[in-house]
């Protein structure tokens, strides 16, 4: 049985991000490593805003040449997620946000999810065996009823 990781990880980051907040801050000063933070929140949010209406784009087209947007949606996400590691204060999750904003990584990143998470495309008949049109029984009111007798 796999043991769940979020526990850990919700450990883990927080006192490792005050350890680096402690080791920048005793190399740059207090002032400048609070300025730093600051300015990587400002440009998380100016990345998220640029990116995120690029990656909207891309999902409105695939969308308007009737293909599933599987992989801009997964972009998107992964955008969005940049940008909620770059507001959260810390050097650790801006260095994981502001790679989540280069599109080679997100790529990569989308590459490895893809292996692992199958999308199905529940408006389109699956090839599976679920049917297709023509073996859609379409019954008016009078055909049917819901007296079990």
Known sequence: MRRSFLPFLFLVVP??????FVLIGSQ???LATIA???LTA???????RLQGFGALARVQAALAEGRMPGKELVHGVMILLAG??????GFITD???LLLFIPAVREAAFAFLRKRIEVVDLMRPSDRGRGDRESTIDLSRDD??????
């Open 42 to 48: 400002i440009a998380g949010s100016t990345l998220l």
């Open 36 to 38: 730093l933070v600051i």
């Open 84 to 89: 909620f590691l770059l507001l959260t204060p």
């Open 15 to 20: 006192v490792s991000e005050i350890a680096v």
């Open 28 to 30: 740059i000063g207090v």
């Open 144 to 149: 049917w009823s819901d007296d079990p007798r």
């Open 95 to 97: 260095t994981l946000g």
